[in-house]
């Protein structure tokens, strides 16, 4: 049988990420000894260490979400963020009693907003366990402080947050547009060697948890901005790496990045993704020089005819 091989601090994001991708074979127990972990895999999984051993055949858990329909939730720290659709009001209590039985969860939380405003955040009601927003999310053996209510943190992304912190080249200085309460910058200044992270956020209260983080982490290359991308990019003069984590919006952030920055991470969620390459080149005739797609990267399914991107640019 196929196995993905990895060490136990990544555990967490492979595990989010192999179900998120159905690479994981359900049915098996994942394998442990003192360093690494062993997912049993149904598919293929690029990039990992895949290796052949056996595994044990698992009992099925007594109470499932699935039993309502229910396919996946979120954990962030010891919160539980489930989406409960209106036709299953009258079992939301049920659904987060077998939640609140997991294992580390404290607190579960119904979306009833969808992410909206400048400041990227959403509202919750609260279904059981402590009564609280704030939490402490570990990541990669990254802490990160999180106030789920009054900052934006996606903790599908921390694959990602990794795979950039891979790249990043020692003495880089790298630019952080939406930094939130720091997940890449931190990740970046933990795992790479850059020569400084401006981490750079319009909300307040993201900032504030973002000092907090740098100093949970102990790190000393990140920079906390409180301010407009837009504005304070072209106070920091040219960068080798700009992050633009911002799917929904980056686009209209776009030709200020490409301006200062040497290499561009664009994010974006589309149905059409020709569609994207095409407004990208648009942009041309208004910065003076060719724009060049370096490589193109699906990160995750965002709804059933959409998906999260991110394509990697340069300026020529």
Known sequence: MRGLKVPKRQGESVHK????KNALLKGYKIKRNDEFLYFPLNGEVPGYEIVDMDFEKSSSHPESLCKFGLKSYDTIGDIAIVDIPEELEDKKEDIAHILLNRRSIQTVVRKTS???GTLR??????L???EK????????????????????FNPRLSTERWRIAQDV??????IDMFCGVGPFSIMIAKNAQPEVVYAIDINPRAIELLRENIVLNKVNKVVPILGDARKKIALLGYADRIIMNLPQNAFEFLPEALSHGKIVHYYCITS??????ERIHA??????HTIHIMSQTTVKSYAPDMDMYRIDLTTM
């Open 17 to 20: 990420y192999l179900v998120e």
């Open 283 to 288: 942009l041309r005739q208004n910065l003076g």
């Open 169 to 174: 080249k020692p003495g880089e200085v790298v």
């Open 272 to 277: 059409d993704i020709e569609r994207e390459y």
């Open 121 to 126: 955040t959403r509202t919750y009601e609260h």
């Open 133 to 152: 927003t704030v939490t402490i999310h570990k990541e990669y053996g990254l802490l990160f402080k999180v106030d789920i209510e009054k900052v934006y």
């Open 128 to 130: 059981s366990g402590e």
């Open 114 to 116: 969808r992410i909206s």
